[in-house]
């Protein structure tokens, strides 16, 4: 890309040259706060996994010691596990819950409207709104939908269930966003596509499978992507609704770091956490998205 | 004959979806509004009382003139108001040069610029700490803010918006005499000035409902913002259930209206902050 445009800038006829006050102006700004508070951290974070460091004071360098450490960390590979099995928990649901209230929303006449407010409030909620609201409702004594269904169950206190409750939570609270995205890919299904396909016989699910399927394939895949890489950042609401527990089996790859860092002060385990972390996530959003590119082929 | 049948039975059926869905994401939200406006001895009463009676206020004043409500209130708004008036100024500078002017290594520093959109920022917390607490920012209010600033998608969006403004604007305000600064306020900003609407209130939700980093940079409950301090409440306020409520409606609340207010620019926001429109 640089190369094409390096060449047309040399065919351009003879540039003026560069008035560097505006441009420094402009940009300095942005700049400052960007190095300082996003570039700089991000080196640190590489520098730190490679030290013994504590939260406060930096100490010295240890090599590969951290990431040794981390690779036969059963608590790591744990985390991991829960992290995988939230996606897992999220990734199609809210994708497919997504698409569904968005079809159905666009169909919903005088409905439309009300449908979209109520499906994306949750989104723009805090998360804390979002998780005291369920803690009263999935309330095991005192809650709604345990009195409705007349059982006593522990929702987040039940290893087996702590984790399906969590991501059921989440696509509540999340899902209007994917819905947004999913209105747009279908505003852009022209009519007459569906106009012609009517008139060549085609009905009800046959519509769906050749017609909105394909065409709203390119918004799938972006859904998919953004919310693999999301449900893998999983944090707040784990640590708000069960704490990790019970007996840590649903503390996720985030909160690992963030009992590492900030309960054992250990900074440069912390830190080794999150450069792996960043590795994973980078490599499954690549892999994600040659298999979606190949599928739309 | 068949199909006209047939597909009105579709839309029924959908209708009759739609109208289930809606009810199971309505429902949290509406039990959350009754069990806030009962008496305390109602909202945790077995048998389950449905309907409030009689419905009161009460808890909404409680919470609001004791505790610390109004202080995380007043933190909110101070910390998201100033985020999103300087990631705007920030962002449309930034994005100006990006798009208007012509140096040496400007697409290399744009590309650069839009690293931050794949670094995640839940990596960089643990430095960020260390550098809040080497300036003596932990549990103030500048330290909640100085890491939000940073906003690589506002830049990417906006620069995407003066690109389109026609040329002969700049060339005949640069003609006048007049100054960048003076060409960027008076002609792109007015004539984005939709765009720049949407990603202010995106940008403004955003701030607003960001837990992961006040919750990092505060453990004072003076300084806490409304999503970090309401993980507080049942330490504060006790276990009274209907206070907790009423204390997270009124926590969504700004938010929900500001959607409502401007549901259009909001969804323009968050989709061109999505790379789908612009």
Known sequence: MTAVQSTTQLNRPKRAPTIWGPVIFLLLPFLVVYLLFFIWPALQTVYLSFTQSGLTQTGPLIGLANFKTLLADPDFWASLLHTAYFSVLTVIPLTAIGMATAMLTKAGGRLRRVAQAVFFIPYVLPVSVATLIWQWVLNPNLGVVNAVTNSQTAWFADPNLAMPAVAAVTVWWTVGFNMLLFLAGLQNIPLETYEAAELDGARGFQVFRYITWPALWPTTALVLTLQLVASFKIFSQVYLLTGGGPFNSTRVVLEYMYDTAFTNTDAGYASAIAVVFFVVILVLALLQNLLLNRGRS | ?278
């Open chain 2, 1 to 278: 004959m068949m199909a006209a049948r047939q597909s009105v039975w579709a839309a029924v059926l959908g209708i009759m979806a739609l109208l289930i869905l809606m009810a199971i994401w309505v429902a949290p939200l509406l039990w959350a509004t009754l069990t806030a406006v009962k008496p305390e001895l109602q909202a945790a009463a077995q048998p389950i009382v449905w309907l409030p009676s009689p419905v009161t206020f009460e808890n909404f004043t409680s919470v609001l003139t004791t505790g610390n409500l109004p202080r995380w209130y007043g933190n909110s708004v101070a910390s998201s108001l100033i985020i999103t008036v300087f990631t705007l100024v920030l962002s449309a500078m930034a994005a100006y040069a990006f798009s208007q002017l012509t140096f040496p290594g400007r697409n290399l520093l744009f590309l650069f610029s839009l690293v931050g959109f794949m670094l995640p920022f839940e990596a960089l917390l643990v430095p960020l700490y260390k550098l809040m607490n080497n300036l003596h920012a932990l549990n103030t209010l500048a330290g909640i803010i100085l890491p939000q600033l940073v906003s690589p998608i506002a830049i990417f969006v906006f620069r995407q918006f003066f690109d389109q403004v026609p040329k002969e604007f700049r060339e005949a305000a640069v003609m006048d005499g007049a100054s960048e600064l003076r060409i960027m306020w008076g002609i792109y900003v007015p004539l984005s000035a939709n765009i720049i609407w949407a990603i202010a209130i995106v940008t403004f939700i955003g701030a607003w409902n960001n837990f992961l980093w006040p919750f990092i940079v505060t453990n004072s409950p003076e300084q806490m913002t409304i999503p970090v301090g309401l993980t507080q409440v049942q330490s504060a306020y006790g276990l009274h259930y209907a206070q907790t409520m009423a204390i997270a409606i009124l926590g969504g609340l700004p938010v929900i209206l500001a959607y409502l207010l401007f549901q259009r620019r909001v969804t323009e926001g968050f989709l061109s902050a999505s790379g789908l429109k612009g």
